[in-house]
């Protein structure tokens, strides 16, 4: 069955520690985003990308980085992680055009403590 | 810019039915979409409507469009405990390239 993964699905790690968040997706989408959801609710775009070797900065300034080397595959990185970078992490996929949105993975809770 | 605005928060009885609203300010929208997120998920679609229809019905689910006021609804109809879910509308722009703008989400939550 097509989907999207996000692994993993908790992580609590201490600051100033170098992570990467998988996202892949089985659909053969060109379309990959990343979205910073805080407590309340609000998704702020921090990362998409149309293609291979194509990443864009979203709408939220992030201090992550993103590659797409691959297709099926959009990991997230942050190089030296901080208490502010505590939040919920989801990873979407789309095709390139019609009707049917997003695909979103299961997100990655982050805490940095 | 597009900017879509929902209220924060809805309780409802369970068995009554729940209306959501939702409203968008681009009049260049072609899809719009309702998203539902249960606790520690992601967003999961419901339904989605072309801008150029006035309702959709899906089991359940009614959504209502009023392109003129450029406000879209979601109605549940025999609210269950199980819809209690953070339900997202979103908008898609013709002209950018298929990316969906997103409401800040409402919270739904339905009493036994």
């Known amino acids: 069955e097509a989907d999207i993964y996000q692994t993993p699905r908790y992580l609590v790690i201490g600051t100033g520690k170098k992570i990467t968040l998988e996202c892949s997706q089985t659909m053969g989408h060109d379309k990959m985003y990343w979205y910073q959801q805080d407590p309340g609710m609000e998704l702020h775009l921090i990362h998409y990308s149309y293609g291979v070797n194509s990443t864009e900065k979203g709408d939220l300034s992030s201090e992550s980085t993103v590659s797409r080397i691959r297709t099926e595959h959009f990991p997230l990185t942050l190089e030296s992680a901080r208490p502010s970078h505590t939040s919920q992490y989801l990873c979407a996929s789309s095709e390139w055009e019609g009707a049917r949105g997003y695909t979103f993975g299961s997100g990655t809770r982050l805490t940095v403590v | 810019g597009e900017d879509v605005e929902q209220s924060l928060f809805l309780s409802v009885r369970e068995g009554d039915s729940s209306v959501i609203n939702c409203t968008y300010t681009?009049?260049?929208?072609?899809?719009l979409y309702w998203y539902k997120q249960e606790p520690g998920a992601g967003l999961q679609l419901l339904t989605y409507i072309f801008s150029n229809m006035d309702m959709k019905q899906d089991q359940r689910l009614t959504v209502l469009l009023n392109k003129k006021d450029k406000h879209l609804s979601l109605r549940i109809a025999d609210t269950q405990t199980g819809d209690s879910a953070i339900y997202f509308c979103?908008?898609?722009?013709?002209?950018?390239?298929?990316?969906?703008?997103f409401g800040g989400g409402t919270r739904l939550m339905v009493k036994p």
């Open positions: 979103a908008e898609s722009i013709d002209n950018a390239g298929n990316m969906l703008t």
């Open positions: 681009d009049s260049s929208s072609t899809y």
